[in-house]
């Protein structure tokens, strides 16, 4: 079992930055990835991004591209998703997930999940 809690969400206005955190505790050497994901009011759980724990090799979709970075701190086991340049349509909750293995942008690959975190992003 991999328990994940992230960190980090709020209020900000359109332009501003936010960083989200996301620690995990248990079986975290089983995780291959680490990855973001959101999801709006009426809408699909979307692929936001995603890191590779042992290389560190990141994954973003093409909307946040320039505007979000993911990290990773491996002395604490915490994934983190510096949000910048926001937009309204980033407005979500955002969830943290464990990847064992499988595909790095589906969420139905991930075996573990944060509760989430909402971030609403104001014009």
């Known amino acids: 079992q991999v328990q994940l809690v992230e960190s980090g969400g709020g209020l900000v206005q359109a332009g501003g930055s936010l960083r989200l955190s996301c620690a995990a505790s248990?079986?975290?050497?089983?995780?291959?990835?680490m990855g973001w994901f959101r999801q709006a009011p009426g809408k699909e759980r979307d692929f936001v991004a995603a890191?590779?724990?042992?290389?560190?090799?990141?994954y973003y979709a093409d909307s946040v591209k320039g505007r979000f970075t993911i990290s990773r701190d491996d002395a604490n086991n915490t994934a983190h998703l510096q949000m910048n340049s926001l937009k309204p349509e980033d407005t979500a909750v955002y969830y943290c997930?464990?990847?064992?293995?499988?595909?790095?942008?589906?969420?139905?690959?991930?075996?573990?999940w944060g509760q989430g975190t909402q971030v609403t992003v104001s014009s």
């Open positions: 890191i590779v724990w042992s290389s560190g090799h990141t």
């Open positions: 997930a464990a990847l064992l293995g499988g595909s790095i942008y589906s969420w139905g690959s991930y075996d573990y």
């Open positions: 248990g079986r975290t050497f089983s995780t291959y990835a």
